[in-house]
């Protein structure tokens, strides 16, 4: 066996900080499955895309269920054949089914909720399909990062968390975006783990980001509903964003060009939708998650 590979000292603090993330992680996950927050279900359902779930030891997650103490757990895994150091992403698929029957008897379990991610060229009209849903209440809709300065009607924590260069370089590197994407200029990212605790309590999520990051969403997780949304013509899409009036000039001119290019990406998408009316686009992204 070869010597352990040396790292750099950027190297390792940023793989420290990664587990400190994690430890910290599965404490916030143990402490909701005991207030029954999580149900045993959904968490086994989040270690497929959650890399701090799947690391977590099973019986950790045993021992933290309600009603579940140490001999329960110890006597429920020898008879599941399930050894005494296995980490949840470790269990095979038998023996998946076998926890989940088990707690099924016991407990309510809660459907995690469905993952939708709307994404479209920029003045498609995402963000007021956005708005609406969280208004809604269907939707727990994710407030993104970006080192974009706020525009004069922005809030920061509810349109975005304005945070800057350097923040947003940190975040990346402590493995804190479910995906992060440059866009004119500017990047942004989505917060995962608000995400993921969203569909843990079986709230239906929506992501509302350009297509980049909603292609690594899909690549992260599958199950993800991408849907891209479609100006009803081209003049429309041109007219949205000159009269946006919040951009300079320049900054309007490379926004155009980004959306033509944007355009062309439609068919990697799950659904695609002419927003010609926002209540339409609305229920039909409410149907996409019922
Ligand atoms: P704006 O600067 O106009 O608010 O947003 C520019 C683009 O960034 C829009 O297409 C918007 O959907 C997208 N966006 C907003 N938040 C995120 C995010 O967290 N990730 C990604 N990839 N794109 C985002």
Redesign the pocket.
């Known amino acids: 066996m070869g010597a352990p590979p040396q790292l750099t000292p950027e190297q390792r603090s940023a793989a420290l900080a990664k587990a400190a993330q994690s430890r910290k992680r599965r404490a916030e996950i143990k402490s909701r499955i005991k207030s029954g927050d999580f149900s045993i279900d959904a968490v086994l359902e989040l270690s497929n895309s959650d890399e701090a779930i799947a690391k977590m030891r099973v019986r950790e997650l045993l021992e933290a269920l309600s009603g579940v103490g140490k001999i329960r757990a110890q006597a429920l895994m020898e008879r599941l054949n399930i050894s005494a150091t296995r980490r949840i992403g470790g269990l095979g698929r038998h023996q998946i089914k076998e926890l989940r029957n088990e707690f099924m008897k016991t407990t309510h379990a809660i459907r995690p909720g469905k993952l939708i991610v709307l ?4 003045g498609v009209g ?2 007021t399909v956005a708005a609406l849903l969280r208004k809604s209440g269907d939707f727990w809709v ?1 407030v ?3 080192t ?1 300065a706020p525009r004069a009607n922005e809030l920061n924590g509810i ?2 968390f304005f945070i800057s260069v350097d923040e947003f370089e940190r975040r990346v590197k402590a493995d804190e ?1 479910l ?3 440059q ?2 200029g ?1 990047r ?3 917060p995962s783990m608000e995400v993921e605790d969203a569909l843990l309590r079986g709230e239906n999520v929506l ?4 297509i ?3 292609k ?1 969403v899909k690549a992260h997780l599958p199950q993800a509903i991408l849907v891209f949304l479609e100006p009803p013509s081209w003049e429309e899409l041109v007219a949205r964003l000159e009269g946006r009036g919040t951009d300079d000039p320049e900054r309007r001119a490379h926004r155009l060009q980004l959306a033509q290019e944007e355009l062309a990406a439609a068919s990697f998408f799950d659904h695609v939708i002419v927003n010609d009316s926002v209540e339409r686009v609305v229920s039909q992204l409410v149907s996409f998650a019922s």
């Open positions: 994404s479209g060229p920029g995402k963000s994710s993104s990062a970006t974009r349109d975005y975006f995906e992060w994407a866009f004119a500017n942004y990212g989505t992501l509302e980001i350009e980049d990051g909603a690594q």
